[in-house]
């Protein structure tokens, strides 16, 4: 099956993973993007951001949440009294899943599937041991899959202090997970929606702001 395991460095610290990341070949999702976009950021941050998956820009400039999510990112967390050059910011997923729109040059973002999920998420478990912060933030559907298992669910979860699993499986890890939306909700949200949608994304990253009080 799919597995970035055999690619991460024992005992690396995040600039010997980012290195290794780069050539990671654990699942199929290299072959068509651009580059491996791994997670960066202040590396002892007390908060740490997690996305679902590099998308358009982000695969093209090899940084997370630097296309329009991210801007909607930066913002709700400037109004949550956040200062986002004060955390780390990662995917579940490290490379950019996607189809090319059926005219033109434009790639349409494809929701990775839980075999890519898994098989990435050896290199989450590294950032999140080595960064080792206090609140893990888990932006959407997928990172919060990712982090709490498939029985989460954002609308239920979403906004609360949760004890943040380990990501073997083998019982609770240290630290707080706080689930919200995924920025690009709000983007794609109808215009009825869309005020309700990102003061809702604020709230929650209040929740986790207020934790590192
Ligand atoms: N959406 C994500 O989940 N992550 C990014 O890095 C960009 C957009």
Redesign the pocket.
């Known amino acids: 099956g799919y597995d970035a395991g055999p690619y991460v460095p024992e005992g690396a610290g995040l600039r010997g993973l980012r290195d290794a990341a780069a050539g990671c070949r654990g699942c199929p999702l290299y072959r068509e993007a651009t580059q491996t ?1 791994f997670g960066t950021g202040d590396t002892s941050a007390r908060m740490l951001l997690v ?5 358009d ?2 695969d093209r400039q090899g ?5 329009p ?2 801007g909607v990112l930066d913002r709700a967390l400037g109004e949550a009294g956040i200062d986002p050059e004060g955390t780390y ?1 990662t ?2 997923v490290k490379h950019f899943k996607f189809e090319p729109a059926r005219r033109g040059k434009r790639r349409i973002h494809k929701a990775p599937d839980l075999k890519e999920i898994r098989a990435c998420k050896p290199w989450l478990a590294e950032e999140l041991r080595l960064v080792a912060p206090e609140v893990v933030v888990a ?2 559907a ?2 919060g899959k990712t982090l709490f298992g498939s029985s989460f669910r954002v609308g239920k979860q979403r906004g609360l202090a949760l004890p943040l699993p380990a990501l073997d499986g083998s019982g609770e890890g240290e630290g707080t997970l706080v689930a919200t939306i ?3 909700a709000v983007l794609r949200a109808g215009d009825e929606e869309r005020a309700a949608m990102y003061a809702g994304l604020v709230a929650d990253l209040k929740v986790a702001a207020r934790l590192l009080c």
């Open positions: 976009v996305g679902e998956q590099p998308g820009q982000e940084r997370p949440f630097v296309g999510a991210g910011v995917n579940a932006l959407g997928t990172a995924h920025p690009s």
